[in-house]
């Protein structure tokens, strides 16, 4: 079975799957919340998040 994501869901995995840390960052939007393990960051911090796997990619 093929399922379609949407656009922006799109862009975050090809970016996920591309270990892009810019790319990843440029999905979210100025009020973003990432919840990380049950940490949420919100609004301007979530744009300096990072994902786990950059800081080994």
């Known amino acids: 079975m093929t ?3 949407l656009p922006a869901v799109q862009r975050y995995v090809d970016a996920v799957n591309a270990f892009d840390t810019d790319a990843i960052m440029a999905t979210f939007t100025s009020d973003a919340v990432v919840n990380d393990a049950n ?3 919100r609004n301007r911090f979530a744009r300096g ?3 786990r796997s950059s ?3």
Request: glycine share 0%.
């Open 3 to 5: 399922q379609t994501l």
């Open 39 to 41: 940490s949420p960051v």
């Open 49 to 51: 998040w990072r994902p």
């Open 55 to 57: 800081e080994t990619a």
